[in-house]
């Protein structure tokens, strides 16, 4: 079983930065593929990225490419996202992921899911 929880989402200015961190709960963190998705209001819960257990691979969406970046770290337990260039259609729920490999997460269904956390960027 895995935990995940979210922290890092607020409200920011278009252009302006943030930095979504997820922790996660059990031993065998280093061996999931993870992921972000966010879901803005009206509509579906979308991918954004994802990062394999060693952090060798990355994936992104193309709307956030250039942009996003994730990340992870291992002995933390914890794995990133830090947003860049910030855009209103940015605003979402920002949702963190966990599962065992990449096509859980490339298809919506991963093991595990978070909370969430809220990002809101003004124009």
């Known amino acids: 079983q895995v935990q995940l929880v979210e922290s890092g989402g607020g409200l920011v200015q278009a252009g302006g930065s943030l930095r979504l961190s997820c922790a996660a709960s059990g031993r065998t963190f280093s061996s999931y593929t993870m992921g972000w998705f966010r879901q803005a209001p009206g509509k579906e819960r979308e991918f954004v990225a994802a990062?394999?257990?060693?952090?060798?691979?990355?994936y992104y969406s193309d709307s956030v490419k250039g942009r996003f970046t994730i990340s992870r770290d291992n002995a933390k337990n914890t794995v990133y996202l830090q947003m860049n260039s910030l855009k209103p259609e940015d605003t979402a729920l920002y949702f963190c992921a966990a599962d065992a490999s990449y096509n859980g997460l490339r298809y919506g269904k991963p093991d595990y899911w978070g909370q969430g956390t809220q990002v809101t960027v003004s124009s």
């Open positions: 990062i394999n257990w060693s952090g060798g691979l990355t």
